[in-house]
C-alpha cells in the first residue's frame, strides 16, 4: 500500500477540521463518496470554453481520480495538477465534484509563495482551522 498523498493528507485535515469529535468519527466511518458528475463553476466554466475537447477530458479524469481516490465522504477543497494547470475542485456527498479554477502552475506556486504557510489553514487551541476568505472561489 502506497503512502497517502499530500493532496489527500490536506483534504482530510479540511474535512476534519472545525468539527466536533463526535462529527470526524461519523465522518471516518461513512462510506467513501465516488464523483458521479462534475460541474464547472462559472469562472471556470469561462476557462473550459477556451480549451480543447481533450484538455477538458483530461481535467475530468485526473480531478476524478484524485478525488475517488481519497476515499473520503466529502472533499471541501483539494487542488490536482493536470498539464501544467492546478485545478481546485472539491466533492460532495452526493458525489457532484465542482471545478472552482485553472491557474497556471508556476502562478499558484507565485500565489502560495506569496500568502506563506498560513494561506489555507491555521493552528489554534482547537486544532487545525481554515481561513474561510482564502477557500471561497
Same mark, same amino acid.
Given at each position: 500500500?502506497?503512502?497517502?498523498?499530500?493532496?489527500?493528507?490536506?483534504?482530510?485535515?479540511?474535512?476534519?477540521?472545525?468539527?466536533?469529535?463526535?462529527? &470526524?468519527?461519523?465522518?471516518?466511518?461513512?462510506?467513501?463518496?465516488?464523483?458521479?458528475?462534475?460541474?464547472?463553476?462559472?469562472?471556470?466554466?469561462?476557462?473550459?470554453?477556451?480549451?480543447?475537447?481533450?484538455?477538458?477530458?483530461? &481535467?475530468?479524469?485526473?480531478?476524478?481520480?484524485?478525488?475517488?481516490?481519497?476515499?473520503?465522504?466529502?472533499?471541501?477543497?483539494?487542488?490536482?495538477?493536470?498539464?501544467?494547470?492546478?485545478?481546485?475542485?472539491?466533492?460532495?456527498?452526493?458525489?457532484?465534484?465542482?471545478?472552482?479554477?485553472? &491557474?497556471?502552475?508556476?502562478?499558484?506556486?507565485?500565489?502560495?509563495?506569496?500568502?506563506?504557510?498560513?494561506?489555507?489553514?491555521?493552528?489554534?487551541?482547537?486544532?487545525?482551522?481554515?481561513?474561510?476568505?482564502?477557500?471561497?472561489?
Amino acid at each position: 500500500m502506497s503512502a497517502p498523498n499530500t493532496s489527500t493528507l490536506v483534504s482530510r485535515m479540511i474535512a476534519m477540521a472545525g468539527q466536533p469529535d463526535e462529527a &470526524i468519527a461519523s465522518t471516518e466511518n461513512q462510506a467513501a463518496t465516488r464523483v458521479k458528475r462534475i460541474v464547472w463553476s462559472s469562472q471556470a466554466a469561462k476557462l473550459q470554453g477556451s480549451l480543447s475537447a481533450r484538455a477538458v477530458y483530461d &481535467i475530468e479524469t485526473a480531478v476524478t481520480l484524485d478525488l475517488d481516490s481519497m476515499e473520503l465522504p466529502e472533499v471541501f477543497f483539494t487542488s490536482v495538477e493536470v498539464g501544467g494547470r492546478v485545478i481546485t475542485c472539491d466533492l460532495d456527498a452526493s458525489g457532484t465534484a465542482s471545478i472552482f479554477g485553472l &491557474i497556471e502552475a508556476g502562478e499558484y506556486d507565485d500565489l502560495v509563495e506569496e500568502a506563506g504557510d498560513d494561506a489555507l489553514f491555521g493552528v489554534d487551541w482547537d486544532g487545525v482551522y481554515i481561513t474561510p476568505a482564502r477557500t471561497r472561489h
